[in-house]
């Protein structure tokens, strides 16, 4: 891994860790960590990032993201966050379904 990557993953994770609880958009992260993100790439490396530090056991929260923003919990708020989610695209597919019937 990268060392400029490592660093640009450890700004975000302790960006969020610093406003826990709080959801922050792609634009504030960007804005705040303007030494890592450019406007141009922001959503694409941000949403990269999320993807390694949630994969990497070496961090102790996991990040959550969806329409309100991007949040940073531990992991029964990430269950309920994700069990929440899975039950709203259940809920899209049956309309599909129902649609195509």
């Known amino acids: 891994m ?5 660093k640009r993953r450890d700004a975000l994770y ?3 860790e610093s406003n826990t609880g709080k959801y922050i958009q792609q634009a504030e992260i960007a ?10 790439s922001a959503k694409r490396i941000i ?18 993201s969806g329409t309100k923003g991007i949040k940073l919990c531990h992991a029964e708020e990430a269950s309920a966050f994700i069990s929440d989610r899975w039950k ?3 809920s899209k597919l049956n309309k599909i ?3 195509y019937a």
Request: proline fraction near 0%; avoid cysteine; aromatic fraction near 8%.
């Open 97 to 99: 379904s129902k649609l």
């Open 14 to 16: 302790s960006l969020l």
């Open 47 to 64: 949403s990269a990032d999320i993807q390694q530090i949630n994969s990497n056991k070496s961090y102790s929260k996991i990040i959550v």
């Open 31 to 40: 804005s705040a960590l303007s030494e890592y993100y450019s406007e141009a």
């Open 2 to 6: 990268n060392t400029i990557d490592k």
């Open 88 to 90: 709203e695209l259940l």
